[in-house]
């Protein structure tokens, strides 16, 4: 085995999932879109194009075209639900390309004149910054939630899901041998993404915060440099991707069930759509990485390929607690608190469903739910598809298992004990101010720069004499 | 010499009435005294005296003003003459929107 | 070459005065004639190109033409090398384009406005093709009066005010270029170009320095570099939108043109590198561009905020130009064709919004989206170009442009650059929002100022032509490498002027 990851195979790996959750997300958005259907498959299979050229081009300019390509994809699906929206985040991201832009202009004015791993540590922080606009990282993360709680759920599934994983496939491609930095902004992510998490009220706004966490494993699996890290780093992408997708397609139905996302008014929630219940649970399960789902193995790599650097194997156990703990608090709310808490007879009472399923609606949902089982339960399958060896690491199954089970007794008596965590509502995060504050400060500066440059016709015609004068005087006596 | 210092004059002249008059009337003169000053410099740059531009075939030798200077000022004369009346025809259009040929209070000039 | 390069000029030119003599008896034929001359026009240039592409690829492409059959250095003669067939095919094509634009879209006084946009026309070909520095001033103020007058069209108060300002500035500008010019000859005694960049280091230093101090001031009046910069909102925001497009697209190039035939074929480089000036003129050329994008930000007239983004890269260019290394050049002269697709779009999609509603301007924009979907997606296109989205051309010239600065170690443009392009982002937003804003009703609307019916006036023609250079801008942005080659053969022209020397003076060379 050799040191690093072989990126071809893995290439071909996220793209093969790739173009399988596109299918998923499609197949579920034929009913979500009536009217623009045609627009989004278009856009869905620019988005695969896209996202294929970014993956295994290795030259510059391809991978800029790809990369803007996919920018503009995503920004024109926001624009489907909102276009002050689409304007905020097509800005933000293109921020992080100009700084993408001026990390390959240094990079080629180094020598690298194709996209291979780099050397110099102020390069590789460039590229992290300008990947990482698109990627969520910490402090370049502020798009995520407010653009996910508004974007239709479809849009929310594909960038959250997959659109995120483009910069941490060009990251693990330039930076093959780690980065401490990089893995430092992981684990802080992990921490400070659970915690939001914990704390919303927002459906939408609680899995935008949760992918935030589950970023922060791939990027601590490629900041660590080594092979098990970057094992786990892969598959975890495409096992959140899939966990994501089917929470995210899921919580498209719940809104429109429930009237809205906040999380204490899913009521019955199970009764009314028990097929994506079911979905929903095995998605948390995943991130929570419960035993014999495919979430457990890709953390557990991680956990491996990491846990001698930097005691983070003792903080990833903090890490699993804080993901239950937000986790279980949702379905309490959601899914488990009508169970336990409503009489036998309350039970029994007709279940009226308002929004009633499709099948292409509950077809997404089952094949990621069996994914995940199916990975969960044969773990070779995943190595299978990379074409890699098992890595050989033991699960030791029982006590793994009590392990969890301890975590969950652990969330269970929390939320039991404090009744399920009760926050009052927060408003839904949103971009406008800042955005509103850009514009008017830039505004503000540029009238002031107007005033003083335009004083009077005649003033303005002084700055010719001045400039020959200065010009003669430079030519005769400097 | 007392040539190029009544170019120097002239042009700082015209350039004064360009920058510090209020009146656009009074600026196009400026402009123009600054033209007028180029042209006059430029022919009286060949000062030598001489004949008629026109080689005479019978004496070749003899000397002969340098005619170019001149076909050069009067091409300019016509082009800052046609600059000029076409600047005077916009001052009095602007004059009938405006009322005003203030250089202060046509505000439009300023932005 | 399969004709003469002087039909190129005489072509407009003859249009020009035929015009308003056929208006006398015909009005309809006068309109014929104005689209078949454009058409011819367009196809001798073409011809021009197609004819001289294998020379041009080759390297040894240059035609002169001696009028009345006087030789240089005695007579006027016209000298067309391969930058000049460059800025004559931009020429050619932005003035086609925008003369086919106006037949849909300028519904009064056409047979004067026409007159003036051939004799435009003509004066932009006889610049890039004159061999001869004073006809080249002569071709400056025939397009400059011109488009005095072009701009001045609407008679409003406005344009009115904004003539008066570039008409001051213009003359001033003029005057500059005259005196340069008389300087060099009273030194030398000759006003071929070719024969001065033989001999222009016999001239004493400090007149050398003189006259060069005022062509330059002159030509940066032109091109509206920083502290000139003045004239370009009002004039670009108030003059019809076809003319904001011709200034901004076609003879802010052509002044790129003069700038680069005067100082680095005419005087030589060593001129400005020697003064210090090359650092000069890339320090202001970078404080416009900047300057450029940040003014740009407060505006809400859609023609000024895109007269000071064209401020700002105008600016760039001059800065790339000014690193004289062979990637600066072609970067410059890249972004100069870009840049001319780009605006000239920009231009004339904002001009079919605001001509076809009404209301005070800063409002004209409202519902664009619902006006004209299409035309407004241009719009939207031609913006992503210009804050450089990679397949579209912007992005290209843009990559060369950095690679030019950062050869030469000019860090603070690059930082310049990322930021115009996020500036530029910033200020094409709210327009582009604009645009989407209003209800479905607007789409119903009855164009207000939509000229009379019939076949010369439907706006099949003014849409037609900015779908074309939506084509333009993309293909250009998909097919870059194509300038590759011929650039190649003009920029060895620009860095060794010794070239231009012989073909003009045919091998006579003084010592």
Same mark, same amino acid.
Request: glycine share 8%; aromatic share 14%; proline share 4%.
């Given at each position: %085995?050799?040191?690093?990851?072989?990126?071809?195979?893995?290439?071909?790996?996220?793209?093969?999932?790739?173009?399988?959750?596109?299918?998923?997300?499609?197949?579920?958005?034929?009913?979500?879109? #009536?009217? #623009?259907?045609?627009?989004?498959?278009?856009?869905?299979?620019?988005?695969?194009?896209?996202?294929?050229?970014?993956?295994?081009?290795?030259?510059? /300019?391809?991978?800029?075209?790809?990369?803007?390509?996919?920018?503009?994809?995503?920004?024109? %699906?926001?624009?489907?639900?909102?276009?002050?929206?689409?304007?905020?985040?097509?800005?933000?991201?293109?921020?992080?390309?100009?700084?993408?832009?001026?990390? /390959?202009?240094?990079?080629?004015?180094?020598?690298?004149?194709?996209?291979?791993?780099?050397?110099?540590?102020?390069?590789?922080?460039?590229?992290?910054?300008?990947?990482?606009?698109?990627?969520?990282?910490?402090?370049?993360?502020?798009?995520?939630?407010?653009?996910?709680?508004?974007?239709?759920?479809?849009?929310?599934?594909?960038?959250?899901?997959?659109?995120?994983?483009?910069?941490?496939? %060009?990251?693990?491609?330039?930076?093959?041998?780690?980065?401490?930095?990089?893995?430092?902004?992981?684990?802080?992510? /992990?921490?400070?993404?659970?915690?939001?998490?914990?704390?919303?009220?927002?459906?939408?706004?609680?899995?935008?915060?949760?992918?935030?966490?589950?970023?922060?494993?791939?990027?601590?699996?490629?900041?660590?440099? !080594?092979?098990?890290?970057?094992?786990?780093?892969?598959?975890?992408?495409?096992?959140?991707?899939?966990?994501? !997708?089917?929470?995210?397609?899921?919580?498209?139905?719940?809104?429109?069930?429930?009237?809205?996302?906040?999380?204490?008014?899913?009521?019955?929630?199970?009764?009314?759509?028990?097929?994506?219940?079911?979905?929903?649970?095995?998605?948390?399960?995943?991130?929570?990485?419960?035993?014999?789902?495919?979430?457990?193995?890709?953390?557990?790599?991680?956990?491996?390929?990491?846990?001698?650097?930097?005691?983070?194997?003792?903080?990833?156990?903090?890490?699993?607690? /804080?993901?239950?703990?937000?986790?279980?608090?949702?379905?309490?709310?959601?899914?488990?608190?009508?169970?336990?808490?409503?009489?036998?007879?309350?039970?029994?009472?007709?279940?009226?469903?308002?929004?009633?399923?499709?099948?292409?609606?509950?077809?997404?949902?089952?094949?990621?739910?069996?994914?995940?089982?199916?990975?969960?339960?044969?773990?070779?399958?995943?190595?299978?598809?990379? #074409?890699?060896?098992?890595?050989?690491?033991?699960?030791?199954?029982?006590?793994? %298992?009590?392990?969890?089970?301890?975590?969950?007794?652990?969330?269970?008596?929390?939320?039991?004990?404090?009744?399920?965590?009760?926050?009052?509502?927060?408003?839904?995060?949103?971009?406008?101010?800042?955005?509103?504050?850009?514009?008017?400060?830039?505004?503000?500066?540029?009238?002031?720069?107007?005033?003083?440059?335009?004083?009077?016709? #005649?003033?303005?015609?002084?700055?010719?004499?001045?400039?020959?004068?200065?010009?003669?005087?430079?030519?005769?006596?400097? | 010499?007392?040539?190029?210092?009544?170019?120097?004059?002239?042009?700082?002249?015209?350039?004064?009435?360009?920058?510090?008059?209020?009146?656009?009337?009074?600026?196009?003169?400026?402009?123009?005294?600054?033209?007028?000053?180029?042209?006059?410099?430029?022919?009286?740059?060949?000062?030598?005296?001489?004949?008629?531009?026109?080689?005479?075939?019978?004496?070749?030798?003899?000397?002969?003003?340098?005619?170019?200077?001149?076909?050069?000022? @009067?091409?300019?004369?016509?082009?800052?003459?046609?600059?000029?009346?076409? @600047? @005077?025809?916009?001052?009095?259009? @602007?004059?009938?929107?405006?009322?005003?040929?203030?250089?202060?209070?046509?505000?439009?000039?300023?932005? | 070459?399969?004709?003469?390069?002087?039909?190129?000029?005489?072509?407009?030119?003859?249009?020009?005065?035929?015009?308003? *003599?056929?208006?006398?008896?015909?009005?309809?034929?006068?309109?014929?004639?104005?689209?078949?001359?454009?058409?011819?026009?367009?196809?001798?240039?073409?011809?021009?190109?197609?004819?001289?592409?294998?020379?041009?690829?080759?390297?040894?492409?240059?035609?002169?033409?001696?009028?009345?059959?006087?030789?240089?250095?005695?007579?006027?003669?016209?000298?067309?090398?391969?930058?000049?067939?460059?800025?004559?095919?931009?020429?050619? *094509?932005?003035?086609?384009?925008?003369?086919?634009?106006?037949?849909?879209?300028?519904?009064?006084?056409?047979?004067?406005?026409?007159?003036?946009?051939?004799?435009?026309?003509?004066?932009?070909?006889?610049?890039?093709?004159?061999?001869?520095?004073?006809?080249?001033?002569?071709?400056?103020?025939?397009?400059?009066?011109?488009?005095?007058?072009?701009?001045?069209?609407?008679?409003?108060?406005?344009?009115?005010?904004?003539?008066?300002?570039?008409?001051?500035?213009?003359?001033?500008?003029?005057?500059?270029?005259?005196?340069?010019?008389?300087?060099?000859?009273?030194?030398?005694?000759?006003?071929?170009?070719?024969?001065?960049?033989?001999?222009?280091?016999?001239?004493?230093?400090?007149?050398?320095?003189?006259?060069?101090?005022?062509?330059?001031?002159?030509?940066?009046?032109?091109?509206?570099?920083?502290?000139?910069?003045?004239?370009?909102?009002?004039?670009?925001?108030?003059?019809?939108?076809?003319?904001?497009?011709?200034?901004?697209?076609?003879?802010?190039?052509?002044?790129?043109?003069?700038?680069?035939?005067?100082?680095?074929?005419?005087?030589?480089?060593?001129?400005?590198?020697?003064?210090?000036?090359?650092?000069?003129?890339?320090?202001?050329?970078?404080?416009?561009?900047?300057?450029?994008?940040?003014?740009?930000?407060?505006?809400?007239?859609?023609?000024?905020?895109?007269?000071?983004?064209?401020?700002?890269?105008?600016?760039?260019?001059?800065?790339?130009?000014?690193?004289?290394?062979?990637?600066?050049?072609?970067?410059?002269? *890249?972004?100069?064709?870009?840049?001319?697709?780009?605006?000239?779009?920009?231009?004339?999609?904002?001009?079919?919004?605001?001509?076809?509603?009404?209301?005070?301007?800063?409002?004209?924009?409202?519902?664009?989206?619902?006006?004209?979907?299409?035309?407004?997606?241009?719009?939207?296109?031609?913006?992503?170009?210009?804050?450089?989205?990679?397949?579209?051309?912007?992005?290209?010239?843009?990559?060369?442009?950095?690679?030019?600065?950062?050869?030469?170690?000019?860090?603070?443009?690059?930082?310049?650059?990322?930021?115009?392009?996020?500036?530029?982002?910033?200020?094409?937003?709210?327009?582009?929002?604009?645009?989407?804003?209003?209800?479905?009703?607007?789409?119903?609307?009855?164009?207000?100022?939509?000229?009379?019916?019939?076949?010369?006036?439907?706006?099949?023609?003014?849409?037609?032509?900015?779908?074309?250079?939506?084509?333009?801008?993309?293909?250009?942005?998909?097919?870059?490498?194509?300038?590759?080659?011929?650039?190649?053969?003009?920029?060895?022209?620009?860095?060794?002027?010794?070239?231009?020397?012989?073909?003009?003076?045919?091998?006579?060379?003084?010592?």
């Amino acid at each position: %085995m050799s040191d690093t990851i072989p990126i071809i195979e893995a290439s071909h790996f996220l793209m093969g999932f790739g173009i399988l959750l596109m299918l998923l997300i499609g197949t579920y958005a034929s009913r979500y879109y #009536q009217v #623009q259907r045609n627009l989004f498959y278009l856009l869905l299979a620019f988005f695969t194009l896209s996202f294929g050229v970014v993956i295994y081009t290795t030259d510059w /300019i391809y991978f800029l075209i790809a990369w803007e390509g996919i920018t503009i994809i995503t920004t024109a %699906m926001i624009l489907l639900a909102e276009r002050r929206l689409a304007a905020q985040y097509f800005l933000i991201q293109f921020v992080g390309s100009n700084i993408l832009y001026f990390a /390959i202009i240094m990079a080629l004015g180094e020598g690298y004149s194709n996209i291979v791993p780099l050397e110099e540590p102020w390069l590789q922080m460039l590229f992290i910054l300008g990947l990482g606009t698109k990627s969520a990282l910490l402090g370049l993360h502020f798009w995520l939630p407010p653009v996910h709680s508004r974007a239709h759920a479809p849009v929310s599934a594909l960038l959250s899901g997959w659109s995120v994983n483009v910069g941490f496939v %060009m990251m693990l491609r330039l930076l093959p041998e780690g980065n401490n930095i990089l893995f430092f902004i992981g684990l802080a992510m /992990i921490f400070y993404g659970g915690a939001m998490a914990f704390f919303s009220t927002d459906y939408q706004v609680l899995l935008a915060y949760s992918t935030l966490s589950q970023l922060g494993y791939i990027a601590l699996g490629i900041g660590s440099g !080594t092979l098990l890290g970057q094992i786990g780093a892969v598959l975890h992408m495409v096992v959140h991707g899939i966990a994501k !997708t089917t929470l995210f397609l899921g919580s498209g139905l719940w809104e429109k069930e429930c009237n809205g996302r906040i999380i204490y008014r899913f009521e019955r929630a199970f009764y009314r759509h028990p097929v994506n219940a079911v979905s929903t649970i095995a998605g948390f399960s995943s991130l929570m990485g419960m035993v014999f789902l495919a979430g457990f193995h890709t953390k557990n790599l991680i956990k491996h390929g990491t846990e001698d650097i930097y005691a983070t194997g003792f903080l990833l156990y903090g890490a699993t607690l /804080i993901t239950v703990l937000y986790a279980m608090r949702f379905l309490w709310w959601g899914i488990l608190k009508d169970m336990v808490m409503k009489s036998v007879q309350n039970r029994r009472e007709k279940i009226t469903c308002t929004y009633p399923p499709s099948v292409s609606e509950h077809v997404p949902l089952i094949i990621g739910t069996a994914l995940l089982l199916a990975f969960g339960i044969y773990p070779p399958l995943m190595y299978m598809f990379l #074409q890699l060896e098992d890595p050989g690491i033991v699960i030791l199954w029982w006590p793994t %298992m009590i392990e969890n089970i301890l975590f969950l007794v652990v969330g269970i008596a929390l939320l039991a004990l404090t009744e399920g965590l009760f926050f009052p509502l927060k408003p839904v995060p949103s971009l406008n101010r800042m955005l509103g504050l850009v514009i008017t400060i830039s505004q503000k500066v540029s009238n002031s720069i107007f005033q003083l440059l335009f004083p009077s016709f #005649q003033y303005q015609l002084l700055w010719i004499p001045l400039i020959i004068l200065f010009l003669l005087l430079w030519t005769n006596f400097i | 010499m007392i040539y190029s210092l009544c170019f120097v004059a002239l042009f700082m002249i015209g350039l004064y009435s360009i920058l510090a008059q209020r009146d656009l009337i009074k600026m196009v003169i400026g402009l123009n005294l600054v033209e007028g000053a180029v042209f006059f410099w430029t022919i009286t740059m060949v000062r030598e005296a001489g004949g008629v531009p026109i080689v005479d075939l019978a004496f070749p030798e003899l000397p002969m003003v340098d005619p170019i200077p001149q076909a050069l000022t @009067l091409t300019a004369i016509v082009i800052s003459a046609s600059t000029t009346a076409l @600047l @005077l025809t916009i001052i009095v259009e @602007l004059n009938r929107m405006a009322r005003t040929i203030e250089i202060d209070s046509l505000k439009g000039l300023r932005e | 070459m399969i004709f003469s390069p002087l039909l190129l000029i005489l072509l407009p030119l003859g249009t020009a005065f035929l015009i308003p *003599l056929v208006d006398l008896f015909h009005v309809e034929t006068r309109r014929l004639m104005v689209i078949i001359s454009a058409s011819f026009s367009l196809f001798l240039g073409f011809a021009a190109l197609w004819s001289a592409w294998p020379e041009l690829l080759a390297g040894t492409f240059f035609h002169s033409y001696h009028l009345s059959g006087w030789l240089p250095p005695l007579g006027i003669n016209l000298a067309f090398d391969s930058l000049g067939l460059l800025f004559s095919s931009l020429v050619t *094509l932005f003035s086609f384009l925008i003369i086919v634009y106006s037949i849909g879209f300028i519904g009064h006084h056409e047979g004067k406005y026409y007159v003036l946009l051939f004799l435009f026309q003509a004066g932009c070909q006889g610049i890039v093709m004159t061999g001869d520095i004073f006809n080249l001033y002569v071709f400056i103020e025939l397009s400059a009066i011109t488009s005095y007058a072009l701009i001045a069209f609407e008679r409003d108060r406005s344009s009115l005010e904004a003539t008066i300002k570039y008409m001051v500035y213009g003359i001033l500008a003029g005057v500059f270029i005259f005196l340069g010019i008389i300087i060099i000859y009273r030194s030398l005694g000759t006003l071929n170009i070719a024969e001065i960049a033989d001999n222009f280091h016999r001239i004493p230093l400090t007149l050398q320095r003189t006259s060069v101090v005022f062509l330059l001031t002159g030509l940066l009046i032109k091109l509206g570099v920083f502290p000139f910069h003045f004239w370009m909102a009002k004039v670009y925001g108030s003059a019809p939108a076809s003319i904001s497009a011709l200034l901004s697209g076609t003879l802010a190039k052509v002044n790129i043109y003069i700038l680069l035939r005067l100082f680095w074929v005419g005087t030589g480089f060593s001129v400005l590198r020697e003064a210090g000036w090359d650092r000069f003129l890339l320090g202001i050329a970078l404080l416009s561009t900047i300057l450029g994008h940040v003014l740009a930000l407060r505006e809400r007239e859609v023609k000024r905020m895109l007269a000071f983004s064209s401020m700002g890269h105008m600016g760039m260019i001059v800065a790339v130009l000014s690193l004289n290394t062979p990637l600066g050049l072609f970067a410059g002269l *890249l972004h100069a064709v870009f840049h001319a697709l780009m605006k000239t779009g920009l231009f004339l999609s904002a001009g079919y919004f605001l001509r076809f509603r009404e209301g005070p301007k800063e409002k004209r924009f409202t519902g664009a989206a619902y006006r004209k979907l299409p035309i407004f997606i241009g719009f939207i296109i031609f913006a992503l170009s210009m804050i450089g989205i990679p397949p579209l051309n912007g992005f290209f010239s843009k990559w060369f442009t950095m690679q030019a600065f950062l050869e030469k170690d000019v860090y603070p443009a690059i930082a310049l650059i990322y930021s115009g392009n996020i500036l530029g982002l910033i200020y094409y937003l709210p327009f582009v929002r604009q645009g989407m804003l209003g209800k479905e009703s607007i789409m119903k609307q009855k164009s207000t100022s939509s000229p009379t019916p019939g076949f010369f006036y439907q706006e099949r023609f003014v849409t037609t032509v900015v779908y074309i250079l939506i084509l333009l801008v993309m293909s250009s942005g998909l097919l870059p490498f194509v300038f590759q080659e011929p650039f190649e053969v003009m920029i060895a022209e620009l860095t060794e002027p010794i070239r231009y020397i012989e073909h003009v003076l045919g091998g006579i060379i003084h010592e």
